[in-house]
């Protein structure tokens, strides 16, 4: 074992996948996270799945954040979580957030996204399921 | 008598300062952090000239009728997925007393992209309807004649594709483009500030945005060829002034753009207009329309030499909150748009569109869609507001707050100039990093809850019904899809290719493109196409992004 | 550990997965993935590097997005490691380079990594050689390595890179007598990006007449040949400039080769690292003693005096600190 290893912030890739441009829900997570002692790679607007998870494996990050605005959630969220298991990543743990409606929350969920975040969600909400999600590293 | 109001004012001060002040945490100041007094005076009046309606600087309003010679224009944002279901539903809200046609479009084709593209999966129809081609247009205005009715089509970077489309759906109807009245979106400054929906380079996206202007001056004399718009500027989370200032500094840069075209500004001035937020903080957002006319009037004669009245005089198009609305109890919804939409209209808008309680959640549903609309009635036929033009004028408070934004905006227009102007500002990342540090404070405020959401961070309740939302019918994606297809297989290829290599050629020269564009879009081009012929020759743009 | 052997196992059979994570180790500082680094001392397995670095918005990320177009086009593998300040109070930071090298998104021969330089003392240099060498071990032609100029970064880059570029622009008004101490010293090229803005030939002709008047003291093998450093204008953003950047690094690499400044480099690196690594490890005891042994601490505030407590841990390294600093 090292000694004294440099306590390493959980890596968190935060990206917005589909068309629309709206980042300022995931502005205000980024910086929430950052704040919170999380390193947060932003891999900005109009990600493809494939994109989103060849970065996570490149940023070698635990976890993956997802925004999306458009309403095309239903379709690019699980192809994210498809997207991990053909690249054998289902360990990274991918959580999303946007306009997403009850009913579909529950149809992601069963799909393997892991939580989801609506509007006006407190960020200490979204810090606090990390925390108790890794509660060996970050903030 | 002046004595005396002293006198009463120092009593009335005495009183306040020994009366117990709510100690809920709560900020006093407006959403958008501007300070406020207890109470304004009549030392708080700035020392000016009566102003009148329809008379520069136009504060209160540019009509001298106000809403006495005509309402505003009712016009509901909608589009959902086909042209088909679309225009079934236009023909639901013009049954229904809506006075103008307004176009959402989905997200491929605001990103200029046709259905079939790899990443349209999963957005076809969603955020509003798909248009690939002409094709699509003219089922989406079947049955309505396009010269009795204005339409406004919210689209930027594609915006001169979807005109000509339009213009190519009014030719088939045997409507000459002279006749057609609307408003094209085509702001393309604020897509690089806030909604970054762009695609190609500023530079480029200028030029397409001149294009137009200029082509409509002299083709489509009556079309509205820019909206310039705030809206999503406040909705990417600035404050009341930082909109009010950055949207007016890129109408200025609009301006500046044309007059480099050698175009004269009167020949234009008059066919900008403007497109702002009603957020729910009601008085600030009052203040902030009033604002609006007066530095707007002032630069335009002041700084541009505008002689026409119609140049000074800035109308505006208003569509109250999105991001004020909450998923929770959603009914409340129909509370605060009514608030914001009272606010626009007590603030002079030409045209306004009231949110639907569901858009916070989905696109709207038909029932949400009229109850919206019916807001919107109640308000100029029920609660008797329209009968008196600007009836906050000479209130102590509106007065000093409409001063005070115009001054906050000011401050904005000097440090955009120290920056170079607008485009090299957004290459500096400055509007960018001003709206994010302001949505930023105002979530922390929520968090601490000095800021109140009710039913977000207060009066929260645990079981929330599930609300009946509209829901896009996944088939409509391979149906849409299956068109576009369609159209490529059977429109004449050699004049489609012929079309499109014109207009590649022209777009490495300095024609104006429009004529090259309304001939791809009548040869049956679809808008992918069109837009990648555009992007060979202009390339793609990627923002810095400032978190 | 037997995670160690599988991760070395899935490194040499080209898992892009296992090399992000051995970068991950590395930057933890721990010494479990020291094997799969091949020897620094040039000869197969090792990546030439280049670094640049510049004030923030002079387009450094557009740079190197358009220098790894140019590299590709010639068949080369690439890698990217992208730095940016972490907070010192939270130690979370956001790192968003890679937006601007999106073309090479699911290019296979395109690594992309951003580090957070994390604050902690020589950290940063340190856990960066570890994943250059990485990085050379598992293939890629050529390392990048690019971070904001601010603090000491850009001293870190020149002490790890073969070639270290300097990026100015026009428009950030500071001009070009604003330029940092020390920045002469490192730069080996200096580019004006964003050479389609007014002031581009200013910038560079300032430059010229400064470097004409600071012509370095070089000492050892670049006495007798110095090296001088070229000015590149480039437009990044339109791919204008960048053969000849890469031409000008070209040229440098030569002239390292030639003049016999590769080999004094090298040693010089060697040695500055072993440092660096003591340096790191003591540090580490340090800590850890403070720490742990409550008799040392409490002696230290008892009496107040820094070096005796230093020397009291410098002596326990000596008896078993390099058993323990080999993890």
Known sequence: ?139 | MKVRARDAKEVWKEEFESSPTRDDGVETSTISGIPLKPLYTADDLPKRDEEMPGAFPYTRGIHPGGYRGRLWTMRQFSGFATAEETNRRYKYLLANGQTGLSVAFDMPTLMGQDSDAPTSRGEIGHCGVAIDSLADMETLFDGIPLGEITTSMTINSPAAILLCMYIAVAEKQGVPASALGGTLQNDILKEFIAQKEFIFPPEPSMRLVVDSIEYCAKEVPKWNTISISGYHIREAGSTAAQELAFTLADGMAYVDACLERGMRIDDFASRLSFFFDAHIDFFEEIAKFRAARRIWARWMRERYGAQDERSLKLRFHTQTAGVSLTAQQPELNIARTAIEALAAVLGGTQSLHTNAMDEVLALPTDKAARLALRTQQLLAYETGVANTIDPLGGSYFVEALTDEIERQAEVYFKRIEELGGVIPAIEASFFQKEIADSAFRYQQELEQKRRLMVGVNEFTVDDEEPMEILRIDPKLEGEQVARVQEVRRTRDQARCSKALAALRKAATGTDNLMPYILESVRAYATEGEIMNTLIEVFGIYTETAVI | MDGESELAARFRAGDIRALARAISLVERRDPSVRALETPPKGGEGSAAVVGFTGAPGTGKSTLVDALVTLLRKQGKSVSVIATDPNSPFTGGAILGDRIRMQRHALDPKVFIRSMGARGHLGGLSLATREAIRLLGAFGFDQVILETVGVGQSELEVAAVADTTVVVMTPNLGDGVQMIKAGILEIADIFVVNKADLDGYQRVAMELRAMLSLNAPGATGAAASKPWKPPIITTVAARQEGIDELWAAIESHRRYLETSGRAQELAAKRLKDETAEVVADLARQQARLALGEDGALTEQLLKDGSPYRAAEEILNRIGSDGRKRGRG
């Open chain 1, 1 to 139: 074992m090292p000694v004294d290893t440099a306590v390493r912030p959980v890596r968190i890739l935060v990206a917005k996948v589909g068309l629309d441009g709206h980042d300022r829900g995931v502005k205000v997570v980024a910086r929430a996270l950052r704040d919170a002692g999380y390193e947060v790679i932003y891999t900005g607007l109009r990600q493809t799945p494939e994109m989103v998870v060849d970065a996570a494996l490149q940023e070698d990050a635990q976890v993956i954040g997802l925004s999306i605005h458009s309403g095309a959630h239903m379709t690019l969220f699980p192809a994210v979580v498809q997207e991990l298991k053909r690249r054998k990543a289902t360990d990274i743990v991918v959580f999303g957030g946007g306009i997403i409606p009850e009913d579909d929350i529950v149809a992601l969920k069963k799909k393997g996204v892991a939580e989801l975040f609506t509007p006006g969600t407190p960020l200490q909400e979204i810090v606090d399921w990390l925390r108790k999600r890794f509660p060996q590293g970050g903030g």
